[in-house]
């Protein structure tokens, strides 16, 4: 090929898993001639006759398609090289072998290829008994036959080989002594390029000097295949970063290079452009010109990469970042790049909670749109393989529990990211108060048979003759007014729909009430009234209830910020257009104070007086206090400020919000910024948690303050992560949604749990014996069961599973059984913000409300509760609330409380108690004749109550009170679908249970409720094998922690 450049740069698709379409591959023609890339190998090792069907020629059909592959690429600059992976099962001394070999390249050949790669990675070493009688060695065979392929083809310019020890770590015992690489070096034709990946399979780094021993050994500069992307050999890391690791001057030691990359497409937009800004750093430095014979060109609009000849991985990644979110903007603008699947917009801004559709957004389509499905999407290939069989793209059978990739995912915009956006980008031109199509209202096909699974049927109820009155608890919408009740946001286009006399809920403990009993002040010289929200570096003392604000006072979290038009205040606070210029990434400062739930709370704001007395709209900030009709609630959902006229939660992604998703999934070795302080802060909260715990001496004040700081930022981090997934949900185009969104719906569901954990742990951790037994050195010892492995040198990155999800989940109490709690992602993303928390004093009216709509009943019975409100309530949650609330977990969204996971540490002692005193009480509060008369729709969930009420509660077997010690109910809304929410429900509830010491839960359970047992089921509970003779009609399930 006259003009073909000698150095191959670019990206071969060499993974396991779901081949690219068609469209995605001319997509990515498209990138790698912007960033000046000009090479690209087709290998899909999940393509059947790339691997397993190798012998069998294209169908004329399957030829177009590859014809015109070649054709696109040819368009684009891009050298196109065809691989084949025939080593599985190929008898090398086989003449018949052979020659199915040389026809299928021939085949291609005549199709306009003229680069071809043979590859035999990935396969046993032992020959067969004909290859072992015919060849002395592995390398004499695997040579032998590829030069007879190489000279059958004409000697084609570019023709690479793949060797079966690839790497240094498969050489033995080191690539210059191992004897099959001194035999491909001596046997091989010198036309014949090898491929190497370095030290190892995924290399961290890769160096001229290390090259030199392998250069020495093949006889030839080597072929780099580069996985540092690969994420094939796990299902739960996606990785975005800067290509770093790969020292100057490497071009030298090398005839080409080519990037394994990750298996989603759109994940892949900052490690090629990174590439490319690397390559043209390489050519600026490059003595030699000649080692390309073209010029990187870039598209109209693309960030110039460096042209000294030095190559910064972080001033690369600032140039893709400003790239890519106007790509990724401009997608999301392309018609029907966003699917029905986004959900329905209300005036306000939020998602529009419709009974019977709420939290079911339709995806119909998860393709990308446009793509157009080739001959390798006819299969269902393995979405990811394991680690321990194969090695590069990398490698074997499908791991447990292993899920195809689906899409969801976003957060609200930060004030003042759309400035950074590059000129390209585009802003959404969707009105903010659209109104919902019929597509978007509707229910979607399919979506009846995924609601069984993702959401719970109701909290589980055994009456003494074992019926159950578990329910489905319906969506309340727009009836909830009141104290309490949650409002969406409203929009920046509708100022006069704010709401600042409106009372709101902060979305957790840490929004404005302090975690602990106390929160005293942080370096503050100032005195704090009753149990005030740390103040950090703050001094003097507070102005009264109707203060103004100034533009100063608004450095505040996320749970207590305050904005023009979404003010959730008391009505005697004004609030200032210019309030709020919070980042979205960053942790509390010392000069970043910790907000009450009224106010914000700056170094400038003097606190009162210790004496100065509490007005009805400045309640202390305890958390077991309840608050009054002038707290403001909070919407979950992220604020939009006076600076962001951005009314929806589908207005175009920022780039600070595209910068937390790459520092959320950075690179196989290193985790980004926003990961590692996640990370730092939960570690150092758990290794510090008994400061704040139970204890019958006074707790230092001073470390109590400082871990309280420390875990607002930590709870701020998460509420800033979770928002991303609805603003990604929201804003992102199909084809990116379809790739990340169940990576970072993993994230989220973690960070649900660890932060709800979190807060739990301010004031409920037992640090020594106490009444119902010695519980508190148990969770020292969870500390040491759960350590994250730590990585040798020469590990490869799927030791450690997960990620910064694994990393995350191994913290928590029983994170090393989370596999347990595994759900795939949901097949319709939605966009509805969670926050999980420990329970507050106010939840329970909302919660008795929520048991109330669980029933559907007719008129008579309406009434009844209409006199007895809390009758369903007493009987689902009373007890629980009454004798245990410390172990209690409240799930909201944007319509208010929608799930609950309650608990009992002891429950041989609660029960005791139950029985001797709560239930009398009960009695007395409601007649055993209370549901008489006709039968009627829902009585009978009535007259199970009262049954419970007034009948003598069968005994649970001691030997399950031994082995199993604590009690556990989960229950939520018919609404609450995402099923990794009810997860991480359940998760916090055991986690807090195991830190103080439990070795086992159980729950009681209708024998006949079928989807009561699937889903405890799903949470890892199995039957127990025990006689439970006195409630023939229910069922025992148990869970080890």
């Not at 067969?128 to 392929?149: K, T």
């Not at 030699?288 to 014979?293: N, Y």
């Not at 400003?322 to 999301?332: F, G, K, L, S």
């Not at 210790?610 to 707290?631: I, K």
Request: hydrophobic share 35%; net charge negative; aromatic share 6%.
């Amino acid at each position: 090929m006259a003009g073909r450049p000698r150095f191959l740069c670019g990206v071969v698709e060499g993974f396991y898993g779901r081949p690219w379409s068609m469209e995605q591959r001319k997509l990515l023609f498209e990138w790698l001639r912007r960033w000046g890339l000009n090479c690209y190998m087709y290998a899909p090792k999940d393509e059947l006759k790339h691997r397993l069907l190798w012998r069998e020629p294209y169908t004329e059909h399957e030829a177009a398609h590859m014809r015109s592959l070649m054709e696109a690429a040819q368009e684009q600059g891009v050298q196109f090289v065809f691989a084949i992976s025939a080593g599985q099962d190929m008898v090398f001394s086989s003449a018949g072998d052979r020659l199915l070999l040389q026809q299928k390249l021939r085949q291609v050949a005549a199709m306009g290829c003229q680069a071809f790669a043979l590859l035999f990675d990935d396969i046993d070493p032992c020959m067969c008994q004909a290859d072992r009688d015919a060849f002395p060695s592995l390398a004499q065979a695997q040579a032998s036959v590829a030069n007879e392929v190489y000279q059958e083809l004409g000697q084609p310019p570019i023709f690479l080989f793949c060797p079966t020890e690839y790497c240094s770590s498969l050489c033995s015992p080191s690539p210059s002594q191992s004897c099959y690489l001194l035999t491909i070096g001596r046997e091989l034709l010198p036309g014949i390029g090898v491929i190497w990946t370095g030290p190892k399979v995924v290399s961290q780094e890769l160096s001229a000097v290390l090259l030199e021993e392998v250069e020495a050994v093949l006889q030839r500069r080597p072929i780099i295949w580069d996985n540092l992307y690969a994420n094939d050999y796990d299902c739960r890391r996606v990785f975005l970063g800067p290509y770093t690791g790969r020292a100057p001057g490497l071009t030298a030691r090398l005839h080409g290079l080519l990037l394994n990359p990750n298996c989603e497409l759109q994940a892949n937009f900052i490690p090629i452009h990174t590439l490319g800004s690397w390559f043209r750093s390489e050519l600026g430095s490059c003595a030699h010109p000649d080692h390309t014979g073209m010029e990187p060109v870039a598209a109209p609009g693309d960030s110039p990469g460096p042209q000294d000849g030095s190559y910064s991985p972080q001033e690369a990644l600032e140039l893709a970042l400003r790239d890519w979110v106007a790509e990724i903007n401009r997608q999301a603008l392309e018609p029907g790049a966003r699917s029905p699947g986004h959900g329905s917009i209300s005036p306000k801004g939020g998602a529009e909670l419709e009974p019977g559709t709420a939290g079911r957004d339709v995806l119909p389509d998860p393709r990308p749109h446009g793509s157009v499905p080739g001959e390798t999407e006819q299969q269902d290939p393995e979405p990811c393989r394991a680690a321990g069989e194969g090695r590069r793209k990398v490698t074997s059978e499908p791991e447990q529990g292993s899920r195809s990739r689906t899409c969801a995912g976003a957060q609200q915009s930060p004030a003042g990211d759309r400035e950074q956006l590059t000129a390209g980008s585009t802003e959404s031109s969707e009105p903010s108060s659209a109104v919902p199509s019929a597509a978007q209202a509707s229910q979607p096909a399919g979506a009846s048979a995924a609601a069984e699974s993702l959401h719970s049927p109701g909290p589980p109820v055994c009456g003494s003759d074992g019926t159950s009155t578990a329910q489905n608890l319906l969506p309340t919408g727009d009836a909830r007014r009141g104290p309490g009740s949650s409002h969406q946001p409203c929009s920046s286009t509708q100022p006069e729909l704010s709401r600042a006399d409106t009372p709101q809920t902060p979305p957790g403990p840490g929004a404005g009430a302090s975690p602990g009993p106390t929160a005293p002040l942080i370096d503050g010289a100032g005195a704090s009234p009753g149990a005030p929200a740390p103040l950090i570096d703050g001094a003097g003392a507070s102005p009264g209830p109707t203060a103004s604000l100034t533009p100063e006072e608004t450095r505040s979290s996320p749970m207590s910020l305050l904005i023009m038009e979404e003010a959730r205040t008391s009505p005697t606070v004004e609030v200032t257009p210019e309030k709020h210029r919070s980042s979205p990434t960053a942790p509390l400062t010392l000069e970043e104070p910790r907000s009450s739930p009224m106010v914000p709370l700056t170094p400038e704001e003097p606190r009162s007086s210790p004496t100065a007395p509490l007005t009805p709209e400045e309640p202390r900030s305890s958390p077991m206090v309840p608050l009054t009709l002038e707290e403001p609630r909070s919407s979950p959902t992220a604020p939009l400020t006076p600076e962001e006229p951005r009314s929806s939660p589908m207005a175009p992604l920022t780039l600070e919000e595209v910068r937390m998703l790459v520092e959320l999934f950075y690179l196989p070795y290193h985790h980004g910024p926003l990961a590692q302080r996640l990370l730092e802060h939960f570690r150092w909260l758990r290794a510090n948690s008994l400061s704040v715990g139970v204890s019958a001496a006074a707790p230092d004040a001073g470390a109590g303050r400082c871990w309280r700081g420390r875990a607002q930022s930590f709870t701020q981090l998460c509420t800033q992560t979770c928002r991303l997934h609805t603003r990604l949900v929201g804003a992102a185009g199909r084809a990116l949604l379809y790739d990340l969104h169940p990576y970072l719906w993993d994230i989220r569901n973690v960070l649900l749990a660890a932060s709800a954990f979190i807060q739990w742990l301010d004031g409920h951790l037992l640090c020594e014996p106490g009444p119902t037994g010695a519980w508190g050195s148990c969770f020292g010892w969870c500390q040491s069961i759960t350590a994250p492995i730590l990585l040798r040198g020469d590990a490869e990155p799927w030791a450690q599973r997960g990620g910064l999800f694994g990393e995350l989940q191994a913290l928590l109490p029983v994170g090393n059984s989370s596999d347990l709690f595994y759900q795939p992602p949901p097949l319709f993303p939605s966009r509805r913000l969670y926050v999980l928390r420990p329970l507050r004093p106010r939840d329970k009216g909302e919660l008795y409300r929520m048991c109330r709509e669980s029933l559907d009943c007719d008129p008579k019975v309406t009434e009844i509760l209409v006199a007895h409100p809390d009758l369903l309530g007493d009987r689902l949650l009373g007890s629980f609330l009454s004798l245990s609330p410390e172990y209690t977990f409240v799930l909201e969204d944007e319509a208010g409380p929608c799930g609950y996971a309650a608990g009992v540490l002891c429950a041989e002692g609660f029960l005791q108690q139950r029985d001797s005193g709560w239930l009398p009480t009960m009695r007395h509060k409601y007649p055993r004749d209370l549901a008489g008369g006709d039968p009627a729709l829902g009585k009978d969930a009535l007259e199970e109550a009262l049954l419970f009420f007034h009948t003598e509660p069968a005994a649970v077997p001691l030997p399950v009170l031994r082995r199993f010690p604590s009690l556990v109910q989960l229950g939520t809304a018919a609404r609450t679908l995402d099923t990794g929410a009810i997860r991480s429900l359940a998760l916090c509830l055991l986690s807090a249970l195991r830190a103080n010491g439990s070795r086992g839960v159980f729950c009681q359970v209708s024998a006949t409720d079928q989807q009561q047992l699937s889903f405890y089921n799903k949470l890892g509970f199995v039957a127990l094998p025990v006689a439970w003779d006195s409630c023939p009609g229910a069922q025992l399930l148990g869970r080890l922690l």
